[in-house]
């Protein structure tokens, strides 16, 4: 085949600038892995059309008549990146109270993708916390029996898409505190925090949860 090529060398240059050119479009498609820092408290905001839009994505919604700003921010990137799921999402959080993003994951579970929950036993059982929502709709929950807190907070959409930080769940920690949250695809990332999670829910499998010590049995 070499000999052929030397014989032929216009012919192996050809062929060779239309495997750069496939190469080339190739390298194209495959877009950027996102990598993204936010940072809060987010200024209040309307979600009502990223909701709507998750939810029936062939509707067109109608401009939002509330007071609220509309536009981007923290919160609304946050969300948008969440609303990117289409397999599943790993939630790993110290406090969910958000209800935007209780609708938002709740919105995901109808839509077909497998949402799992491990969250803190103390703060779920707190007023405000979506946990029980999350739990009506059918979603997966599994919290901790420790007396440390599962004090972690991120999420893992369609096992690629890393999201973690200091910011809790809550609208306080959303719109009042500084926080900051990053957001990335890379898989050396991702891969522990998904092992992690995996290790956690297993610890937390309610066959063995323990509600009395060992002493008294
Ligand atoms: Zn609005």
Known sequence: MWAAGAR?????????AALGLALEALVARRRRPVREVLFFPSRPSCTEALLAEAASPDD????????LPHGDC????????LLSARRSL?????AFS??????????????????RVVTDAQYMALKGS?????????IQVRHDQESGFMHHKFAIVDRKMLITGSLNWTTEAIQNNRENILIMEDAEYVQPFLEEFERIWEIYDPL??????KENQ
Do not use: D, N, W
């Not at 063995?208 to 010590?213: I, N, P």
């Open 90 to 94: 790993e939630l790993c959080l110290f």
């Open 60 to 67: 067109t919604p109608g401009p939002c008549p509330c007071p």
């Open 98 to 115: 958000s209800p935007q993003l209780g609708r938002a994951v709740c919105l995901l579970h109808h839509r077909g993708v497998r949402v």
């Open 130 to 138: 979506q946990i029980g929502l999350l739990r009506h709709a059918g």
């Open 8 to 16: 032929r060398p216009g012919l192996v240059l050809a062929a060779l």
């Open 74 to 81: 923290a919160f609304s990137r946050l969300l948008r990146h």
């Open 208 to 213: 063995k949860y323990m509600f009395f010590s």
